[in-house]
């Protein structure tokens, strides 16, 4: 198996051993300084690559090829050329240009531009992401050569997801190099982000997702009772993976490894249907790349086995919800993490300066972090005793947590808690080497070794906006860090001092307790530490003034590009729950009532057959349940009739903030209102008649 997964690895892939092998030493060596150092492409060079990929891509049998691009809708978009050119005689060649490569033309006016493109105004471009590898794709429709691109209006702003990380990138590598130099590391010239998104997901029968509507449309069940059993025994965790299960990963995990992506771990999460995969990691381009690789995919595979893959964040109530863990850390061209403490981590001077630049990021923008983390889905997650709480705090463990104290308290660190053996007690176990610290799985932000895992991300989310913000605001501390450290006369004291400071100032975001207590609640306020609960509460921050200096500092977002996606998330939130909504009253009104109705007329029908034959019997109970279901379908129908008009309502708002607003503040409880009696309705209507397949048909039957 080893021999045969090594020869699949990336057989899929236009990588660098691909164009090592088939382009020519000069082109190879052109092209590898572009990708490496961010020098300029030159188009000779564009067109033997794009002539060396043309050929490669046919003989793997590819008839067309795309610019694949990241709009934000979250998801990624393409459009397919075939490489035909008209001939002499009536033939065809095979064609496709250098130009071809570097620039694509898409219509920009259809994805979501907040205000930067009207609808008489189409015109956007592709342009080639030389850093992110081409690769090929097979489906119904045959093999199509995969070119990652970034997109970008006509007047040049950003309508992608791909181009603000690259900004970041480049923004946080230059700010990290200017450090090291102070600390003497002339040879290292660049820095990466790297990243490895942990994905969660659950997988149920097609044939019973067909049958509900809500899934179907919104991702999630917006009706349902728990079943008898949830997640409640954790035997679904780390458990046995059942037959038809493994199947479809072991094709996922194939189909994967072909493109070239890394996929390492597979297992059974906590929520009954619920699963994970993990990747090793790689440059935070590539990764958000491959993330939406391994997320398109996975509902492919699934499909073929007869499942339905849900991504969304909390397709289920009453278990568990899908998050997306994104591990990150830096890393030199020279292969040295920065984030890696080392042995003594008292002594190790620039790690402690890189951790304060972060801890002190992380304060100032927890709103952007908290920002960066939202979507309609992750409303249902976040702070609900099953993922990281909505509050932003940094989780350092019980050795950096000592070494921090010291510097707060004495000025100086002196030493480091190791971390020891672990003694099993039984013989015939080997001694184990215990870590310094323990694991915190509460904290949205935790130091995990020699990264930090930031936890609070949606399942459905694009890791893009994450990691611009991380890069980001990372950049900018070590940028101010950097002016002050290159005036210093005595380096070594003024970065001592620096440390000093920078995590005294910022010791209120360090927490290494319970994050989903009450009491961390009252502490964080009382530390002044912001609790932004909802999407629609946490997009203003994006275009604060403290914000639009920062990303426009660094040249990652202008202030138009900022405003823009402050109108894209508004209208993305008022958007899903509309059709959430009214997935609701259509299921509602053309299912559930109907089918209540028919219960209750059959349960009246009983009742009158049973007092006409029997005058004296005892129909107490009938009763009972005929009043309880009458007045529970009552309650219902009040509540369709005030969701309805709510939705009339909605669509009076002015477009953007207050639309969004009134969605959140009052649609959604009118949903929670109709979903309440519809829920218990179903434990009481017979099985026979409950016109979808129940949170037990879901979660147990696949």
């Not at 278990?319 to 020279?334: A, E, I």
């Amino acid at each position: 198996m080893a021999e045969k997964l090594t020869d699949i690895f990336g057989m899929d892939v236009f990588d660098e051993s691909t164009m090592k092998e088939r382009l020519p030493k000069e082109t190879f060596k052109a092209l590898k300084k572009t990708i490496e150092n961010g020098e300029d492409l030159d188009s000779s060079v564009a067109t033997v690559v794009a002539n060396a990929m043309k050929d490669w891509a046919i003989e793997r049998g590819a008839t067309h090829y795309t610019h694949w691009f990241q709009p934000m809708t979250g998801i990624t978009a393409e459009k397919h050329d075939s490489f035909i050119a008209p001939a002499e005689a009536g033939k065809i060649m095979m064609e496709f240009s250098g130009k071809e490569l570097i620039k694509g033309e898409p219509d920009a006016s259809s994805f979501p531009s907040g205000g930067l493109r009207a609808t008489f105004e189409a015109r956007g471009y592709t342009a080639w992401d030389c850093t992110s590898p081409a690769f090929l794709r097979e489906d119904a429709a045959g093999v199509t050569l995969c070119i990652p691109t970034a997109f970008c209006s006509y007047t040049g702003e950003a309508l992608d997801k791909k181009t603000p990380l690259l900004r970041s990138m480049e923004a946080v590598s230059k700010q990290a190099v200017r450090i090291l130099k102070l600390f003497g590391h002339e040879e290292v010239t660049n820095i990466s982000c790297s990243v490895g998104p942990e994905q969660e997901y659950f997988l149920v029968d097609r044939e019973k997702y067909l049958k509900r509507e809500d899934l179907v449309f919104t991702g999630r069940t917006l009706f349902g009772s728990m079943a008898p059993k949830g997640q409640e025994l954790d035997d679904h965790y780390f458990g046995s993976i059942k037959e038809r299960i493994a199947a479809f990963m072991k094709e996922l995990n194939n189909e994967l490894w072909k493109l070239g992506i890394l996929a390492k771990t597979q297992h059974n999460e906590v929520a009954p249907a619920q699963h994970e995969i993990a990747p090793i990691y790689t440059t935070a381009n590539i990764a958000t790349d491959h993330n939406q690789l391994v997320m398109d995919t996975m509902k492919k595979v699934a499909t073929r086995h007869g499942l339905a893959c849900l991504l969304h964040e909390k397709p289920f109530a009453g278990v568990n919800g899908s998050g997306k863990h994104n591990n990150w850390s830096m890393v030199t061209n020279t292969g040295k993490n920065l984030l890696e403490p080392g042995k003594t981590p008292h002594e190790n001077i620039q790690f402690l300066l890189f951790l304060a630049a972060i801890l002190e990021a992380v304060d100032d923008h927890a709103d952007l972090l908290r920002l960066s983390a939202s979507n309609p889905g992750n409303d249902h997650r976040l702070g609900a005793n099953e993922a990281p709480p909505a509050i932003i705090s940094v989780f350092v463990g019980e050795q950096l947590g000592d070494v921090l104290s010291q510097l707060i308290e004495t000025g100086e660190a002196t030493s480091s808690k190791q971390g020891g053996k672990l003694s099993t007690g039984v013989h015939t176990l080997p001694e184990l080497k215990k870590d310094a610290t323990d694991r915190n799985r509460t904290s949205p932000f935790a130091f995990t070794g020699n990264k930090f895992e930031f936890r609070m991300l949606g399942s459905s989310a694009s890791i893009a906006d994450a990691n611009v913000v991380l890069n980001t605001i990372v950049a900018d501390v070590l940028c101010n860090m950097a002016d002050e450290l290159e005036k210093a006369d005595d380096f070594d004291l003024a970065v001592h001092d620096l440390i000093k400071k920078t995590v005294t100032d910022h010791q209120r975001i360090v927490f290494n307790g319970n994050g989903y207590s009450d009491e961390w609640v009252e502490e964080a306020e009382r530390r002044g530490l912001p609790n932004i609960r909802s999407m629609v509460e946490a997009i203003p921050a994006l275009a604060t003034e403290k914000s639009i200096k920062l990303f426009e500092k660094h040249k990652v977002f202008s202030e138009t590009e900022l405003r823009s996606r402050v109108e894209i998330n508004y209208e993305a939130y008022s958007k899903a729950i509309n059709i959430e909504a009214k997935t609701m009253v259509e299921m509602a009104s053309r299912k559930f009532i109907p089918a209540v109705i028919k219960y209750t007329t059959e349960l009246a029908g009983s009742i009158n057959a049973v007092k006409a034959a029997c005058p004296d019997a005892d129909l107490s109970v009938q009763t009972s349940l005929l009043k309880e279901t009458s007045s529970l379908l009552a309650e219902a129908k009040t509540a369709l009739s005030n969701l309805s008009a709510a939705i009339a309502e909605a669509a009076t708002k002015e477009e953007g903030k207050e639309e969004a607003e009134f969605f959140h503040f009052t649609v959604c409880p009118a949903m929670a209102a109709l979903r309440a009696p519809i829920d218990t309705l179903e434990t009481i209507v017979d099985k026979e008649l409950w016109p979808v397949p129940t949170y037990g048909d879901l979660l147990f039957e696949v």
